[in-house]
């Protein structure tokens, strides 16, 4: 087994300072983050109110009518474990408005709305409470591909990008997120009974340990199968890898000017900050 | 005297803001003067930031620019290393430490080594330094590398064999990788043995002079040391937060491990120079 264990002390402490950091840098004093009662989220949530102190983190909880009850029972416990400010915000009229006039479409399309719905909502607080939103994503999905684009993957700032499933699990219970939280099967919770595990066919253990070994490690496709893991298993992590590399990059821009934004006028985001 | 007190300033410049950051400057320099050291090390480009990527050329500064003046006279009460870009007379840009005393430039080191891979891309923007020199400052013989110079054994060897007493490393590390239990940054282990091990190997003091703050998601990790020529840890920071670290240095010590350990004295450069040139002849690089 690959060691994913982590210095939690450390860690904490240096996703803390990123926190209080960036969001300064922005002019900013709060954020504003998504909880759906699942553990990355409530992570987020717990570093967010370690970082700026709980009257300045909003918690927004944005069901839809089919989600599950123990998510908003889960989100609740986070904001009351933290004592931050939530307001529950209903989405089902705005995305059931919408597929009025598109009965036919699937579970894919539907759940991508509502993961842009909540994602504007939570844009449009950014804006009315003066509140950085807080990212959620961490490394395993964002690698994976599997995230709603410009929905739950969009936020200003993310202290779990660089963070595999298994590792955001060790923090969030060294940070006291509740273990009835950490404990539970990982859901998009988009629909009854969806599971990530179930979608993606392997579990988080054993694909953080090929996602570690190919990015952070370098490791190639021979190395791996020479590691003693499972062919198709590897090449359908890669293949996942590899197909969502769009949605980790900006938009493609037809280059034409002698400079151009992102390939030749880099600034750093931090510029001038 | 041999003993002198020195600080290293682990600071957290911000990112293309002269004015600020110079006031930062000005306001750790009182402090050190305060606790009574005669240097005090800021890290490497302590006046600009470290990630400018195309702020290079906004934030650089002639060696002779009005800009510096504060620092000068700053410089009347305590000696200081400072980081920033200079540019040429030729417009060339490099990544270059200073070092002031008495109101002058004494000298200037800029940096060999431009790491360009993985996050790194300072070949994209900066020249590249050519002369490894050792000076006399107010604590003894010296010899600045910044950080990625520090990486490159052949640096430090040569710093050593003109005289090198003092090794100081302004440095603006960001932590990457292997932050497993029990551990810090992968880099940062990496980093705490070199400057061990160079101590030891050069019978010299070592001051790694290391940054804190973010810029762009990375965080430079701080953990600024001063090594003994023993490889004994003198003094050193916390990791991730702002520290100005004050500790004195002996150069009886460097004198007692040149006698246990008299490395220097049996260094070949005969035979270094001999098989650095059949290699250069053979064409091996």
Known sequence: MIDLSLNCDLLRRVLIGFIVNEVRKA????????????VDSSLSAFLGAEALGAENVWALLMPYRTSSPESQ?????????????????????????????????????????MARERMTILFDHSAKLKALVLGTSNKTELLLGYGTLYGDMA????????????????????MGVPEAIVQKAPSADLWAGQTDEGELGFTYEQVDQILYLMVDRRYELSDLLEAG???????AAFAKVQASQYKRRLPLIAKVSSRTIDRDFRYPRDWGK | MSRHTIALAQINPALGDLERNLAVHEKTAEEAIARGARLVVFPELSLTGYFLKDIVSSVALPLTSPFLGRLRDLSRRID??????????????????????????IHVHRKVYLPTYGIFDEQRYLAEGGRIRTFRSGIGRSAILICEDMWHPSAACVASLDGMDVLISPSSSPGRGGLEEGKTFANARAWETINRAYAQLFTCY?????????????????????????????????????????ADIDHAEVRRARMANPLLRDERIDVTLQELERIKREGAR
């Open chain 2, 80 to 105: 200081l290393i400072v980081g920033l870009v200079e540019e040429t007379p030729e417009r060339l840009f490099y990544n270059a430490a200073i070092y002031l005393s008495l109101g002058e430039i």
């Open chain 1, 27 to 38: 002019g900013f004093s709060r954020v504003v983050v998504g909880l759906s009662g699942g």
């Open chain 1, 229 to 235: 893991f499972d062919e198709r298993f590897v090449r």
């Open chain 1, 73 to 113: 029972e889960h989100a609740e416990l986070v904001v009351k474990q933290l004592g931050i400010q939530s307001d529950v915000i209903e989405i089902t009229p705005m995305v059931d408005a919408y597929f009025e006039r598109f009965p036919e479409a699937d579970q894919v399309r539907r759940g991508n709305k």
């Open chain 2, 206 to 246: 070592v001051l790694y002079a290391n940054r804190v703050g973010y810029e762009d998601g990375a965080c430079f990790w701080g953990g600024s040391e001063v090594i003994a020529p023993s490889g004994d840890t003198v003094a050193k920071a916390e990791y991730v937060s702002e520290a100005i670290l004050v």
């Open chain 1, 155 to 174: 936020s200003a700032i993310n202290p779990l990008g660089d963070l595999y499933k298994t590792q955001v699990r060790q923090l969030a219970r060294h």
